[in-house]
């Protein structure tokens, strides 16, 4: 065997690239991947080199222990390197598995959609991806056009919110209500944006008589963490069943327990959409994963016959391994009643989070979420720059705890816990936040004096 260094000098093996300094992949990445997003990160000191990752920590390669409360935008809701999600992974690939094959027996997959029928057995068709929630999305997509194609080819349009977040797909972004995230490229036609949390404009649309499917976040999580009325998923819901509407709930951030509930649509009594969305907190980081769950019904509308069930196929798709960290992490949370733990624990984070804000009403202007998913909005200062950069900066690079704003809006500050994170983690985050707002607030009188 000739080695592949051999035949391309320079060529780095995986237990080469393990030992790798900080400097070295910082210039690799500079130079083969995404320049100007490791710039981003590297100008707000977030950007370093990670060796290790347990539960609501990691640490860096100066031996710094950090506490993450971002997690990937809420994958790791159950820890980094959950032991029982990669020891499951690890008992998988110990079998020798076939993983992938278009027309084989599936047993982990169907296993896994076998229970989630058991969780929401309202809805007992399950397709998975190998990706993330995009992939997710435009899964759900195309679903409901080729339903509403077989069955009402004069309904042509899908119903999204202003200021959501689905993805950055070409299909996701179309159905985003963020024009930020649809410039330089062309956009699928036949979607109407209207404000989220308004029933009166899902009506007027429905009315129209040529809508296929709404879709919209449980939670507006690149938005902001925006909760809408009490009264708004109910009603579109009733509004979706009398103008024959498909009701599409993008669970990507706020479902698998993120917000208290197993899938984020069961905090509304009673409330089923016709399909949801699943991604993110079901990997819990150790691969990638994504999917949805459709009521049985309207997946045969579109899937339903010999002549359309190849007509949403992947390499990828229903693989076996994907579906091996999905189960076990659904496993996990309900023989560890992970959602009730997110409420308790939601519930103490939001009052002293509350008291914060009390503290500093001029910086810190509401605490936005529900369980693990929080959003603080801050105020702006005298330039109309938002303070949330700059906190989140602070809190990272003096006291090691990270946050992460809104893409797109300077105000917001996301903070999304794991179950690891104790009440004494809890203290370490109010702190850093408390002595980074009194810096910000310092930095604003020495300017203003």
């Known amino acids: 065997m000739t080695k592949a260094s051999g035949l391309y000098p320079g060529f780095i093996s995986l237990e080469e690239s393990l030992e790798l300094s900080e400097g070295q992949v910082r210039q690799m990445q500079l130079d083969h991947m995404n320049e100007y997003r490791t710039k981003l990160g590297l100008e707000g000191g977030l950007t370093f080199d990670i060796k290790r990752a347990e539960g609501c920590y990691i640490w860096d390669a100066d031996g710094n222990k950090r506490l993450d409360f971002i997690g990937c935008v809420g994958v790791y ?16 690939l110990a079998t020798k598995p076939l993983t992938m094959d278009p027309l084989a027996l599936k047993p ?11 969780v929401t057995p ?10 993330g929630g995009a992939e997710a999305v435009e899964a759900a997509l195309k679903l409901v056009r080729i339903a509403a194609g077989r069955k009402h080819p004069e309904r042509k349009r899908i119903v999204s919110t202003l200021n959501s977040f689905h993805g950055k797909t070409l299909g996701a972004v179309s159905a985003g209500g963020k024009d930020v995230w649809r410039r330089w490229q062309p956009v699928i036609s036949d ?12 009506e007027e649309e429905f009315r129209k008589g040529d809508v296929i499917a709404f879709i919209a976040e449980t939670i507006q999580g690149e938005g902001g963490v925006v909760v809408p009325p009490e009264d708004y998923f109910p009603g579109v819901r009733k509004l979706c069943d009398e103008y024959g509407v498909y009701m599409i709930m993008d669970e990507v951030q706020a479902g698998s327990c993120r917000t208290g509930y197993v899938w984020a649509h069961q ?32 997946y045969r509308e579109a899937y339903g016959s010999y002549d359309s069930a190849m007509m949403h196929t992947a390499t990828y798709q ?3 391994i994907s579906a091996a960290v999905a189960l076990s992490s659904l496993q ?50 005298g330039e109309g720059a938002g303070y949330a950069n700059r906190v989140a900066a602070i809190m990272a690079q003096k006291h090691f705890v990270h946050t992460m704003t809104s893409t797109n809006d300077d105000t917001i500050l996301r903070c999304y816990p794991n179950i690891a994170t104790t009440e004494e983690d809890f203290d370490w985050f109010l702190d850093a936040l408390t002595s980074s707002i009194r810096e910000v607030v310092g930095a604003e009188e020495v300017l203003a004096s």
Do not use: C, W
Request: aromatic share 12%; hydrophobic share 40%.
């Open 122 to 131: 309202e809805l007992t068709r399950t397709i998975i991806n190998g990706g």
């Open 267 to 298: 905090y509304y009594e009673g409330l089923v959409p016709d399909i949801f969305t699943f991604a993110k907190g079901i990997s819990d980081g150790v691969l990638p994963v994504s999917g949805i769950q459709v009521k049985d019904s309207v």
């Open 108 to 118: 982990v997959t169907a296993a896994f959609a076998h229970n989630m029928a058991l």
């Open 318 to 320: 229903d693989n076996n």
């Open 332 to 381: 996990y949370m309900i023989e560890h009643d992970v959602a009730g733990h997110v409420r308790r624990m939601g519930k103490l984070f939001f009052e002293k989070l509350e008291r914060v804000r009390e503290r500093f009403p001029d910086i810190l202007a509401e605490v936005r979420g529900r369980g693990f998913m929080i959003g603080l909005k801050f105020g702006r200062d």
């Open 191 to 202: 979607h109407t944006y209207i404000p989220y949390g308004d029933l009166d404009a899902v």
């Open 77 to 92: 809701l159950l820890g980094h390197n959950n032991p029982f999600v990669v020891e499951n992974v690890r008992k998988y």
